[in-house]
């Protein structure tokens, strides 16, 4: 987390005004009904890939453009599909007796990573993410759950706390492939 957090004060302002525009989107949908819920489905995973870019060129000693945060977009169909079966099936897996939905939950925290980094196709990021974890899942566990409480303080500070724990923890995240994968590429 000391990391996340040091990549964060480096990059202050961006970091933070990458959040807003995610909470804005996020709003925006909301109000939508069910189109919008629909469309920000669509584009949550790419969105969000946004900070995994940001995080790479700064470990990669690369400047940051604040339009690098939204170069998720150029993997929008594996990001899109990532999520989506990783969501249905984390959510039938938690249906059937919620420790499966739990595993792979925690079994695919490295897919964005790996589709971005590597240019895998999603299901085969979706599948090395999880035998890669699966090695080591109880710590991987109790990362998630680090990451977890730290966003819920951030929600309880009225929100505001999200700004900063949102794109720490994805720094953090970041941080924790990079240490147990390792980069690939240098062109995100």
């Known amino acids: 987390m000391r990391k996340g957090w040091e990549m964060f004060k ?6 933070i005004g990458f959040t807003l525009i995610c909470f804005a ?11 919008g819920s629909l469309l920000f489905s669509a584009i949550a995973a790419p969105l969000y890939a946004g900070y ?3 995080a790479f060129r700064i ?3 690369q400047e940051l453009q604040f339009s690098d ?8 169909l594996p990001l899109f599909l990532a999520g989506l079966a990783s969501g249905i099936l984390v959510a039938v897996g938690l249906v ?7 595993y792979l939950a925690i079994g695919y925290m490295l897919a964005t990573f790996l589709i971005i980094d590597h240019g895998m196709e999603f299901w085969q990021a979706m599948e090395t993410s999880r035998k890669i974890i699966t090695k080591n899942w109880f710590a991987f566990f ?9 966003n819920v303080l951030g929600a309880l500070a009225l929100g505001v706390g999200l700004l900063v724990s949102a794109p720490v923890t994805a720094c953090a995240t970041a941080i924790a492939y990079k240490e147990i994968v390792g980069l690939h590429s240098a062109e995100w």
Do not use: D, Q, W
Request: proline share 2%; hydrophobic share 65%; glycine share 10%.
């Open 25 to 35: 989107a996020s709003i925006v949908s909301s109000k939508m009904a069910a189109f």
């Open 52 to 54: 995994t870019i940001a």
């Open 10 to 15: 480096g990059n202050i302002g961006e970091f």
């Open 142 to 150: 109790v990362f998630a759950v680090v990451l977890f409480l730290v």
């Open 59 to 61: 470990m990669t000693g």
């Open 96 to 102: 059937l007796l919620i420790l499966p939905g739990i």
């Open 69 to 76: 945060f939204f170069k998720g977009f150029n993997y929008f």
